[in-house]
T-cell receptor, first 114, second 113 residues
Framework: AQSVTQLDSHVSVSEGTPVLLRCNYS??????LFWYVQHPNKGLQLLLK??????LVKGINGFEAEFKKSETSFHLTKPSAHMSDAAEYFC????????????FGSGTRLQVQP | DAEITQSPRHKITETGRQVTLACHQT?????MFWYRQDLGHGLRLIHY???????NKGEVSDGYSVSRSNTEDLPLTLESAASSQTSVYFC????????????FGEGSRLTVL
């Protein structure tokens, strides 16, 4: 079975500094991986996705993620944090069975300090 | 604009009562899902449906049921609410499960006293 582990439950950065949210995955096949973002009191929104094309994936709002098979990682980065980036971020893996259900990580809460 | 709406947004109920959370989408998506969100657990899949009259259990389906009588709606029913079912519930839909992109409602916060 596939799974994802988000290594930090909380990350705090200063505005204008880089963001790194870490995610490791476990899968017996080449996975499809995603990052979702949830702003306070809102539903989740797809940020970016990796589906075995380019290993460096660009998403919305300047976020990127790099798929590293050797490290089984899919970390989310952004060069410069903005106050509006404060949210909860979820790393997600898609199943390989016929139903292809999504499995969510436990989430990382990003705080951005002024 | 097409959208997905959940109701009620907030609900307080008592142990043992039946509760139904509504989910309605106007995209004509065949695929619909119910998740619950709890601190430290991320989102966990309760039930899902790939079309009218199709329903399937997810990883945390005990105590919940769904029905799919039309494309637009997937109501979630708690037959006899328990305090362990206090949570935030999210409905989601997608046209194509291969994309991995789900469109989420804004959530329903349920408190069971």
């Amino acid at each position: 079975a596939q799974s994802v582990t988000q290594l930090d439950s909380h990350v705090s950065v200063s505005e204008g500094t880089p963001v790194l949210l870490r995610c490791n995955y476990s899968s017996s096949y080449s996975p499809s991986l995603f990052w979702y973002v949830q702003h306070p009191n809102k539903g989740l929104q797809l940020l970016l996705k990796y589906t075995s094309a380019a290993t460096l994936v660009k998403g919305i709002n300047g976020f990127e993620a790099e798929f590293k098979k050797s490290e089984t990682s899919f970390h989310l980065t952004k060069p410069s944090a903005h106050m509006s980036d404060a949210a909860e971020y979820f790393c997600v893996v898609r199943g390989d069975t016929g139903r292809r259900a999504l499995t969510f990580g436990s989430g990382t809460r990003l705080q951005v300090q002024p | 604009d097409a959208e997905i709406t959940q109701s009620p947004r907030h609900k307080i109920t008592e142990t043992g009562r039946q509760v139904t959370l509504a989910c309605h989408q106007t995209w004509n998506h065949n695929n619909m899902f119910w998740y619950r969100q709890d601190l430290g657990h991320g989102l966990r899949l309760i039930h899902y449906s790939y079309g009218v009259q199709d329903t399937n259990k997810g990883e945390v389906s005990d105590g919940y049921s769904v029905s799919r009588s039309n494309t637009e709606d997937l109501p979630l029913t708690l037959e006899s609410a328990a305090s362990s079912q206090t949570s935030v519930y999210f409905c989601a839909s997608t046209r194509d499960t291969n994309t991995g992109e789900l469109f989420f409602g804004e959530g329903s916060r349920l408190t069971v006293l």
